[in-house]
């Protein structure tokens, strides 16, 4: 059974700074999508970014950006030059890749970390 | 594009009352998921409707747990009776295109069972 753990319950930074989040997964499957969703006090889960595993290059979206090492089954979140919108609830989540044609119906479930705490202090 | 829109938005009950939970998915957005995301837990799934079809609800706790997608687009979920285990966060994420597309999310339900 696949499994995510975050081991950062909280983290704080100071505006404009960097911060770096962790995540680490396991796994047997070789092909599968890994995931960092941002959860603000709204509540509403919002998707940060997305990697595929059989791409080797990180992804970026702007400020945010992976490292991910599938070697060591790891997936951190680089958040640069930190904004107090950023002051969020992070989680990695991975889904496997079944690239059935007959999958249409997109079974595939989400397996999420408990999440990350992060405040970006003024 | 309008977003998954839930509600009520927040809802406060006694145990042992019963209560439903409403979703409106993205217009066309086949795939349908219900969450349960307690304080400090990441989401966990209830259940997973494919058009008006269940795809999983190997999670959902039947014996008080209900959910159904009459025609395929809106979507309740019930609990009845509840307990004090069931406050939460109720999340509706729906999926439209292909598998690999994202999910959306609306803002939750926050149920207090008191």
Redesign the interface.
């Known amino acids: 059974a696949q499994t995510v753990t975050q081991s950062q319950p909280e983290m704080s930074v100071q505006e404009a700074e960097t911060v770096t989040l962790s995540c680490t997964y396991d796994t047997s499957e070789n092909n599968y999508y890994l995931f960092w969703y941002k959860q603000p006090p709204s509540r509403q889960m919002i998707l940060v970014i997305r990697q595929e595993a059989y791409k080797q290059q990180n992804a970026t979206e702007n400020r945010f950006s992976v490292n991910f090492q599938k070697a060591a089954k790891s997936f951190s979140l680089k958040i640069s030059d930190s904004q107090l919108g950023d002051t969020a609830m992070y989680f990695c989540a991975f889904m496997k890749h079944e690239a059935a044609f007959w999958d249409a119906g997109n079974n595939r479930k989400l397996i999420w970390g408990l999440g990350t705490s992060l405040a970006v202090n003024p | 594009e309008a977003?998954v829109a839930q509600s009520p938005r927040y809802k406060i009950i006694e145990k042992r009352q019963s209560v439903a939970f409403w979703c409106n998915p993205i217009s066309g957005h086949a795939?349908l998921y219900w969450y349960q995301q307690i304080l400090?837990?990441?989401?966990?799934?209830l259940i997973?409707f494919?058009n008006n079809g269940v795809?999983?609800d190997s999670q959902l706790p039947k014996d008080r747990f209900s959910a159904e997608r009459l025609k395929g687009v809106d979507s309740t979920l019930k609990i009845q009776p509840a307990k004090l285990e069931d406050s939460a966060?109720y999340?509706c994420?729906t999926?439209g295109g292909g598998?690999?597309s994202?999910?959306h999310?609306?803002?939750?339900t926050?149920l207090t069972v008191t």
Do not use: E, H, I
């Open positions: 977003g795939t400090g837990q990441g989401p966990k799934l997973q494919q795809v999983d966060v999340l994420a999926r598998a690999d994202p999910l999310f609306g803002n939750g926050r």
